[in-house]
């Protein structure tokens, strides 16, 4: 199709509505019926399961599965953005990444303890193709929008993606309930991993219809390009160097992050693992509700996050949700009701959704003046993702040894208040070290 000119109303829709297209996997697979399936395969006395020469307990196992794809992702995501900072056929590069994701959620379909290295090929497909499609998307956005309009597109590319995939979350729930008997909930889990493949795969072809293949600034794919976004990110590190206020700022950050991702990630293992239920229905419906009261308050996170920074600055709110954060873990590690994982959920739905949004402002806040904010970014970036790395291997290493998630979580409590001490460091005014 022709290319469309930019800032178009109607390039713009195309562009944010990819969000409405992937945004599922976040939340169905990568939140709620995933944990909730994966941990349902396993006998209540028997948690281990023999994968890589290894016997894990199962929460462990997928933990580190997580955390290797991540570490996938946090090395492949520099090379794929020097390659799309110069290839014009990007589009290409997104489609691909978008179906080996789709590919992924829907093999899931065959998930098994009996062929549990295939089924973990399928599960790292999944995640590795919705990351791997971001890069590619994210830097559509110069491309497709004026400086003016970039904030509004990307928050209504946020808010599609949030609707398309609490609609397909509530189906699916349907769907599951619908049955009485735990193999049923489990094949309409099943559907469900299938629903998302196809969900995503077809609402992306609006994307792709009228995106362009990507900017050509006539440069061929040498080696030299494809490891041009880690010597951004060299370059990045070293001006940092001169930095002391960003520089300290992003110490503190990789700390607390670690810990708030990994939470994130683990929470609905945790709830269906360390939680008294009173019935399968009932912890089915409960950790799904969860994960959507944490959706929702989340948005309400960040506006009162917002609103504190304003009045108090952006360290100090940082510090004072870090604080929330830590008693949230001493509260995880003590909490058996179901009552009390909502109250949980509630608490980490509000810091979550603030700490995020005010993590990612203050940093724009604090870089200093240049053109090339891209670089930056990626640093920002890769350094969150090898925390989530850190996090998670730290994580599942404490569960296995321990055979405990509550073990797990209270630790976290250390990153948290790292964090604070981290933050506290900070100056208030960009210090030069040179």
Known sequence: MENIKKGS????????????????YTLTIA??????????????????VVAFGFELKNTALITFVTAFTFLVVSVLSPLLSGIADYVGNKKNFMKFFCYLGSAGCIGLYWFSLEHIHLSLVFYFMGLLGYWGSLVFYNSYLPDIAFKEQQDHISAKGFSLGYIGSVILLVINLAMVMSQETGEAK?????????????????FSQYSFYYLPKGTNKGAKVTRAIVFNG?????????????????????YAFFVFSMAVQTIMLVAVYFGEEEISWGSDDEKTTGLIVSILVIQLVAILGAFLTSKASA??????????VNVIWVAICFYAYFMHSPMEFYIAAAFVGLVMGGIQ??????????????ED?????SFFDVAEKIGIVIGMV??????????????????LFVFFLGGILLLLRVPKETVKTT
Do not use: C, H
Request: aromatic residues 20%; glycine residues 4%.
């Open 9 to 24: 109303k109607k390039l713009l829709n195309a562009w944010a509505f990819y969000d409405w297209a992937n945004s599922v």
């Open 31 to 48: 939140s709620s019926l995933f944990p909730i399936f994966y941990s349902s395969l396993f006998l209540s006395e028997v948690k281990t």
């Open 186 to 202: 489990r094949l309409m889990m099943r559907y469900a991993f299938v629903s998302v493949g196809i969900w995503w795969v077809l």
């Open 230 to 250: 880690f010597r951004e990110l060299r370059e990045v590190w070293r001006d940092l160097q001169n930095n002391l206020r960003l520089k300290r700022y992003l």
């Open 311 to 320: 009045k108090f600055g952006n360290i100090k709110t940082l510090i004072y």
């Open 357 to 370: 949004s005010l993590a990612r402002s203050t940093y724009s806040k604090f870089l200093p003046k240049t």
């Open 373 to 377: 904010t891209t670089s930056y970014f």
């Open 394 to 411: 730290i994580y599942g290493t404490i569960d296995q040894i321990t055979g405990s998630m509550r073990n797990s979580i209270l630790f």
